[in-house]
């Protein structure tokens, strides 16, 4: 499968993480999150939790209010909150 916006794909053999990972840049904010196949059982089911959670990530930080151009700290908190639980 091949990568996709926000979305990467690892497969290198010389590493023991195959998977995604979910990157994503706001307002100066950059959030990461990595999606590992053996976690969720599959390249396929890995890339759908991915999906889910960019999904969720982007409509929390396209909807967010703004403090001097940058992200408030709650929208932060709530994200990387967000992220932790996918």
Known sequence: MKSRKNLTRFTY???AFQGWRLSLS???TTFTKYFS???Y???R???KAAEAA???LKELVEGARKVNGKLSK???NKS???LKDA
């Open 13 to 15: 053999e010389t590493t």
């Open 45 to 47: 089911k890995a890339l």
């Open 54 to 56: 960019l999904k969720e």
């Open 80 to 82: 990387q909150k967000l």
């Open 74 to 76: 709650t929208t932060v």
């Open 26 to 28: 706001r307002s100066g």
């Open 41 to 43: 059982g599959s390249e």
């Open 37 to 39: 196949d053996k976690k």
